[in-house]
């Protein structure tokens, strides 16, 4: 890393790299390598190049694509990466291209008139896309690339036909190991991926009954070496299982690990002979290898060299084949056996259908092209992407009709749209008008919209609480931090609720059923982007249910085509009442329960829904909850993550703002409102009987004083609410109140505001203090709500589980009558062999281990909080604290001694003399971090700070050793407390010291 702190050094460092070691982008202090003087040398000495530049009419900006030469440290080779810049006035495009504005670039609808210096403007004209090809050159029939990596994989096969011979000819372990080992190192591996596993499958099958072919495999399979993870059950539905058994020796790791391996394969042939189920096959060309291959749902693979050797081995029979990338196939195959899933290559195909798309989303034009058979299977896709809106229109050589560019707002930028055809495209009104396209009219129900004053003013007054980012970590009180950032570890929770999307439809003065759509896309789409995990959408989105609908429908598509599993529920609020005099309550919410299910979302009135340990979304109903006993609704949620319970509550214990000021329109009235308001008080009373030690979130479109007099809140609760736009954060660790991010009338930009939620349970939580026999499989559902991940297959004698004073501890009891301390899956003998003796003296136990490692613990937690605010991990697992996935911190339990160390595994370890040598080495930009927070003589890095001069320049030292490992996993142990467990047990002795229990 260059130590510069001048400009003027950057530039001799640059110009002096040809002479010393080679510079790539990063290498540059981040401060200097957007500077001027820096960018020129950068040019100059190759670390920057110019790829394409020109003026983008859609966003009305001067764009310059470049790449800047970096290393890839993983995969150990130099990369181009693209960097863009874009420059909202001509001067400092022209000053920052010194002057070279002409090649390869692209000027499209740019008002050149409007430009001072002097230019060549026709010149500037000349070219009016980059894209050189259209889309008459994308057709079902193969194309020129297709067909170039046709011939491509051809010869790979022939290469991997040699390969294939001499795996065949191995006689012994040593020389199936010295083949392996030489393929490895050949180009079909390293660059073309081709797996090893192919040519293990056709030594397999080359002689099934070759005994000895059959030992050399199994050989192999012992070692541990790779492929045998993905080989070994599978074998067994190519083999005897039990020769498979008997044959099997795991050898890599020690004899627990060899034991368990043994275990896990006899467990699975046991399970193979209950099941007793028949395989589910496919068969596809691998247009990598152009071998063919029948794949079983057990991992069996068979691998053909030709076509003819697949039907043969197949009797004709080409059922869940996908020959599509056979693109050279020529067969006839009336003869075969198909089924609705065959796919056969193109060239065979009588019927075929086409669509295309073509759209504008995620600031990307785009263009899908799919085929389909006849059993409406797709055959083949292309996706074409354009970053300008002139490469989109030239490609589709000016074909615009039934484009969807509703969200391309910037269309009205666009000052010719001659050679153009935008019949029925989805555009924006006021591009139409502007070039006299006509459009489908749509006109605003103003009777649906209404701003109520009270709201109004509520709203006005808490602008700044509502335009206020704020994420915020919900954990149980007295909870320990965690020793390990687990993905499951907490509940990520987004809400946001009263969109009244009719005013913004109004603030839009949308005219079109287009206007509509592009209103309501950029806010679901707005809303897409930001979710994750769960998404609350708390009522009040539109008074008019067909707009409601558009909603939901188009937050379906979008979350689907983001790929996004996140789970959404919707309560209802007032205004989606409005649309629906004389029917009744009940019918209205059948209607949008209906529809908001369809959609696979989740609906939310006067009942429970909940993930379960599993962490799949379940439902007690209205019905289950007023009608079960509160001890069978317990026992119903006893293993659940999250509880929510909700629903639009109204506003009966509100006397001043309620049905008689209109806020249902006719739909409800006074009467109805307070008899709903009730009932709704009457599950939530005996929401919080049944479950008052639980986490729960009550999420209602009204909040509590509206529906209840007391405004009683529960402190382990946390609400999450609308209605009254009058937003409002509170949270004093036992009192959290939620309803900050009421939109309302006049944000036409919402956002998502969130909090993450322990979703830790503890399935034991029922149980008095005292000494349990339980079984095996609860022992597992504990550890799964404590989010600790567990292997437990040990057959159990007595399994022992000992609760006291709200911390855990569990034994098992052999037919011998010893006791062993559980610590997940693994196990310790304890002394003595009275379970009263170590429920007695838990207690002592505990205070033992917790003296010594509060001290410890808060010198980690410092350690990781100055490692995530240089944006490293500062997960603590042992006594190793993570920085990124190479690098890491070891402190020592005895010293307090930190060392930093980039490990490949747990042999290989360079060891640094400081942690910042560590950093300053292996992660520069955390480097950088520290430098920047430590300058000015800041104390926020104290400890990092503390040993600043020691060693930046020493090499690290190899160390083999993995002793670091075991005095870890000790502290892991003990680190189990945060969780409430007790994993290991010690004695204090004579000496006062502590002693753990005998191996």
Same mark, same amino acid.
Do not use: W
């Given at each position: 890393m260059l130590k510069s702190n001048k400009n003027e050094d950057v530039i001799k460092y640059l110009r002096a790299k040809d002479r010393t070691q080679k510079i790539y982008y990063s290498d540059i202090p981040e401060e200097y390598r957007e500077d001027k003087k820096s960018i020129i040398a950068q040019r100059k000495y190759g670390i920057r190049k110019i790829d394409k530049i020109g003026f983008d009419v859609i966003n009305q900006v001067y764009f310059v694509h470049e790449f800047v030469l970096d290393y890839n440290e993983l995969r150990k080779e130099e990369v181009w990466k693209e960097n863009i810049k874009t420059f909202a006035g001509f001067n400092d495009y022209y000053n920052y291209l010194e002057g070279k504005i002409y090649e390869n670039a692209c000027y499209y609808q740019c008002d050149l008139s409007a430009i001072e210096k002097n230019i060549d403007k026709s010149k500037m004209s000349e070219k009016t896309s980059f894209v050189e090809d259209s889309i008459d050159k994308y057709t079902i029939s193969p194309s020129e690339d297709e067909l170039l990596q046709y011939s491509k994989g051809e010869k790979r096969k022939k290469q991997l036909k040699k390969w294939v011979s001499k795996f065949i000819a191995c006689d012994s372990l040593a020389s199936l190991q010295k083949v392996v080992e030489s393929y490895e190192k050949s180009v079909l591996y390293t660059k073309f991926d081709i797996d090893v596993d192919l040519l293990f499958w056709q030594y397999i099958f080359y002689d099934l009954k070759d005994k000895n072919r059959f030992k050399v495999i199994m050989e192999y399979m012992s070692t541990g070496y790779y492929p045998e993870h993905s080989l070994i059950k599978p074998l067994c539905h190519v083999y005897n299982p039990e020769e498979i058994l008997l044959n099997y020796n795991y050898l890599s790791g020690k004899k627990s690990a060899c034991d368990k391996h043994k275990r896990d394969l006899r467990k699975y042939?046991?399970?193979?002979?209950?099941?007793?189920?028949?395989?589910?096959?496919?068969?596809?060309?691998?247009?990598?290898?152009?071998?063919?291959?029948?794949?079983?749902?057990? @991992?069996?693979?068979?691998?053909?060299?030709?076509?003819?050797?697949?039907?043969?081995?197949?009797?004709?029979?080409?059922?869940?084949?996908?020959?599509i990338d056979d693109i050279k196939l020529n067969y006839d195959f009336s003869k075969c056996k198909m089924n609705i899933n065959t796919k056969l290559p193109i060239s065979s195909l009588d019927e075929v259908k086409y669509t295309i798309k073509k759209t504008y989303s995620d600031g990307k034009f785009k263009v899908l092209q799919k085929w389909y058979n006849k059993n409406d299977l797709l055959i083949k896709r292309y996706l074409h992407e354009f970053d300008y809106f002139f490469d989109f229109a030239s490609f589709l050589k000016g074909d615009l009709s039934n484009a969807d560019l509703v969200l391309c707002k910037g269309l009205i930028n666009l000052k010719d749209i001659s050679g153009i055809n935008f019949s029925n495209a989805g555009i924006i009104s006021a591009f139409c008008d502007k070039f006299g396209i006509k459009y489908n009219k749509f006109n605003i129900d103003l009777k649906k919209i209404e701003t109520f004053a009270r709201t109004e003013e509520c709203e006005q007054n808490t602008t700044l609480?509502?335009?206020?980012?704020?994420?915020?970590?919900?954990?149980?009180? @007295?909870?320990?931090?965690?020793?390990? !950032?687990?993905?499951?570890? !907490?509940?990520?929770?987004?809400?946001?609720?009263?969109?009244?999307?009719?005013?913004?439809?109004?603030?839009?003065?949308?005219?079109?059923?287009?206007?509509?759509?592009?209103?309501?896309?950029?806010?679901? !789409?707005? =809303?897409?982007?930001?979710?994750?995990?769960?998404?609350?959408?708390? @009522?009040?989105?539109?008074?008019?249910?067909?707009?409601?609908?558009?909603?939901?429908?188009?937050?379906?598509?979008?979350?689907?085509?983001?790929?996004?599993?996140?789970?959404?529920i919707f309560v209802l609020g007032n205004h989606e009442l409005w649309d629906f005099f004389g029917i009744s309550f009940n019918k209205i919410v059948e209607k949008y329960e209906k529809l908001i299910t369809e959609c696979g979302m989740y609906f939310l009135q006067n009942n429970i829904i909940y993930k379960n340990s599993e962490r799949k979304i379940c439902k007690i109903s209205t019905v289950e909850l007023e009608s079960l006993p509160e001890k069978e609704i317990r026992e119903k949620l006893r293993d659940v993550r999250l509880i929510l319970f909700g629903g639009l509550a109204f506003s009966g214990c509100n006397n001043e703002f309620n049905a008689e000021n209109g806020i249902y329109r006719k739909t409800i009235d006074r009467d109805e409102e307070i008899r709903q308001s009730k009932y709704f008080e009457e599950l939530y009373n005996k929401v919080v009987s049944t479950l008052p030690d639980r986490r729960l979130v009550i999420f209602t479109h009204t909040p509590i004083d509206c529906w209840q007099k007391n405004s009683d809140y529960h402190k382990d609760y946390v609400y999450v609410s609308g209605h009254t736009h009058k937003n409002q954060f509170y949270d004093d660790g036992a009192i959290r109140i939620y309803a900050d991010n009421q939109v309302g009338y006049a944000n036409n930009s919402p956002h998502l505001k969130c909090f993450d939620l322990d979703n830790e349970y503890d399935y034991f939580s029922d149980f008095a203090d005292g000494i349990y026999e339980i079984s095996a499989d609860d022992y597992k559902r504990f550890y799964r709500g404590k989010n600790l991940s567990i292997t437990f297959n040990r057959e159990v004698n007595i399994l022992y589980m000992l609760k006291k004073s709200g911390h855990y501890c569990f034994v098992h009891k052999s037919k011998n009558g010893s006791l062993l301390i559980l610590n997940g899956g693994a196990v310790k003998t304890l002394n003595q062999r009275d379970i009263n003796y170590y429920y007695n003296n838990?207690?002592?136990? =505990?205070?033992? =281990?917790?003296?010594?490692?509060?001290?410890?613990?808060?010198?980690?937690?410092?350690?990781?909080?100055? =490692?995530?605010?240089?944006g490293g991990s500062g997960t603590i697992h042992g006594c190793i604290i993570d920085i990124d996935w190479y690098n890491h911190i070891y402190v020592n339990p005895v010293d307090l001694k930190i060392t930093g160390y980039w490990a490949e595994d747990i042999i290989y370890k360079k060891v640094y003399p400081s942690v910042l040598a560590l950093l300053k080495s292996e992660c520069p930009l955390m480097y950088d971090n520290y430098k920047r927070l430590s300058n000015g003589g800041s104390n926020e890095l104290p400890i990092l700070t503390k040993n600043k001069r020691t060693g930046l320049s020493v090499l690290p030292q190899t160390y083999l050793n993995t002793d670091i490992y075991k005095a870890s996993r000790e502290i892991k142990k003990m680190q189990k407390l945060s969780s409430s467990i007790l994993t290991t047990w010690y004695e204090i002795n004579n000496e006062h010291r502590m002693i753990e229990s005998k191996i």
């Open positions: 042939i046991e399970d193979m002979d209950k099941n007793g189920a028949k395989p589910e096959t496919v068969v596809f060309f691998d247009k990598e290898t152009h071998y063919y291959c029948e794949k079983s749902s057990f @991992g069996v693979c068979r691998f053909f060299e030709t076509f003819d050797d697949l039907l043969k081995y197949r009797r004709n029979d080409l059922s869940n084949a996908d020959l609480a509502l335009n206020t980012s704020r994420e915020l970590d919900v954990l149980r009180e @007295g909870l320990e931090p965690r020793f390990s !950032n687990s993905y499951f570890n !907490n509940e990520h929770i987004s809400y946001i609720s009263d969109l009244h999307l009719m005013h913004k439809l109004q603030h839009f003065a949308a005219k079109s059923k287009d206007d509509v759509l592009c209103v309501v896309k950029s806010i679901v !789409n707005n =809303i897409v982007e930001e979710t994750k995990g769960i998404l609350l959408i708390g @009522g009040d989105v539109s008074s008019d249910y067909s707009i409601f609908e558009l909603f939901v429908r188009l937050l379906r598509d979008e979350l689907y085509r983001k790929r996004k599993d996140s789970k959404v838990m207690d002592s136990a =505990i205070a033992t =281990i917790k003296g010594p490692l509060e001290k410890y613990t808060s010198v980690q937690k410092k350690i990781a909080h100055e =490692i995530r605010k240089i």
